[in-house]
Each structure stands twice: as C-alpha cells, then as structure tokens.
C-alpha cells in the first residue's frame, strides 16, 4: 500500500529550504574536502529520500504530539517539516555541530524549525517519538565502535581498547538518557546498524519491542531506517 504523498504546502517548504541552504558553509561540516561537490551530488537524493522516509513516519505518528530528534541535521529537514506541518507536532531537533545549527536555523527563518545546538541529552519533557538515526555508528563521534560494530573493519593490533569503552559506556549513557524521555508505548526511529543499542536497553528493561519489516534508505551514509514500536 502506497503513502500518501505530502502536502503541496510541505513539499514546497522543504524544496525552499533546501534552495536557501548555505552549503558553502556546510560543504567543511560534512566534507574534509571536496564538499562542494559532494553537496552537487547529494543535495537531490537528500531531499527525495528523505521525503520517503517522511511520507512513511507520517503513518505512524499521531498528531500534536512531541519528537526527539538526536543528532538531526540537514537529511531531517523533510521528516522534521512534515511532523510540524502536517501533524501539528512539537520537533525538538539537537545537533553537536554549531555551524551546521547555524546555518539550518538561518535557512528556516523566524518561524521555521528551531535546531539546538547541544546534546540531545538535555532536552526536557517528555516525547512519545524518538530520532537516533547514524548516530552510535558516526566514524565522527564513535570512531572505535563505528569500525567494530557497524563496518566491521577494526585492526586488532591497532585498536584502542580503552577508547573502545570509553565510547561505549557514552553510547550506552546517550541512549539510555534519550530512551528515559519516551513515553511508552512509543515510536523509536533508528538505523538498523543501531539495532544492538535497542535490544540491549529493551532487555535490560523487560520491555518489549516490535521492529517493522520494511527499512527506508538514507541519502548521505546508506544506513537502512527502521521503525520500532517501544513498550
């Protein structure tokens, strides 16, 4: 069964934004180097794949209800746009990287979505829909458990042990902290690279999950997306 598409007033808010983005400046955020380029290649799928991913959260969502969004930056624009326009919903979307909120910020405008520049963390209040997408396996911010767990790729004579756990126990605190802001029975959107953080806190906690079948593509790094029912 198809989804819907969006509204024409969405669609044409999300196409302005990403026709306004400075990415002369998000070209270092994202790129060492090159980022111009990498932006002339990826500006398009970032915004028609995330439109599908939109298109299907709208389907689980309810509305007037209040998102968490962990690390979200401009692949987000589309599915963050939809929850405020076509739901009604409070967004609450946190990123590490000041330029980038920046830059997001100044895109939207006076009355666009509002980016926090902090952790994810922080946030107050209580959400009954959770975003961690590419987080726990971003080579930035875990590089050890990025090349162990999500690309399989670390040297065992070069490999940092005590690095390695000293991200895990930040990974395991990030979520745990994230996971206690949601009301359940809840919606979690995840990658499914990120699928050990889920049943490792939902073992722990005796409460049970239900992940669905059907997976949506990201534009910038792959990583399939998934929806998970929580409680």
């Known amino acids: 069964m198809k989804t819907p598409k969006l509204s024409s007033a969405t669609t044409q808010e999300i196409s302005r934004m990403y026709n306004v983005l400075d990415y002369d400046g998000l070209g270092p955020v994202y790129c060492d ?4 380029a990498f932006w002339e290649d990826r500006r398009g799928p970032c915004k028609k794949l995330g439109i599908a991913i939109a298109r299907a959260l709208r389907a689980h969502l309810p509305a007037m ?4 969004y962990v690390g979200a930056g401009v692949p987000e624009i589309p599915v963050l746009l939809m929850e405020r326009l076509e739901l009604n919903r409070t967004v609450c979307p946190y990123n590490l990287r000041q330029a980038e909120v920046d830059i ?14 902090g952790s994810a963390e ?6 009954d829909h959770l975003w961690i997408v590419s987080v726990l396996n971003d080579p930035e911010e875990f590089p050890n458990l990025s090349v162990l767990f999500s690309y399989g790729r670390a040297d065992p004579l070069a490999f940092d042990v005590s690095a390695f756990s000293h991200e895990r126990e930040t990974g395991v ?3 745990a902290n ?7 029975p809840g919606l979690l959107t995840t990658s499914v690279e990120e699928m050990p953080w889920v049943e490792h806190w939902c073992h722990l906690h005796g409460i049970p999950y239900q992940v669905e079948d059907r997976t949506y593509p990201t534009a910038l790094v792959g990583d ?7 409680g």
Request: with cysteine; aromatic share 8%.
């Open 33 to 36: 180097e090159g980022g111009d």
């Open 65 to 68: 209800g209040r998102s968490l």
């Open 104 to 117: 997001l910020n100044h895109a939207g405008g006076e009355n666009g979505i509002h980016f926090y520049c």
């Open 122 to 127: 922080t946030a107050t209040g209580k959400v």
């Open 173 to 175: 605190r990030l979520f």
């Open 178 to 184: 994230c996971m206690a802001k949601l009301t359940l």
């Open 224 to 230: 399939p997306v998934c929806f998970i029912r929580i």
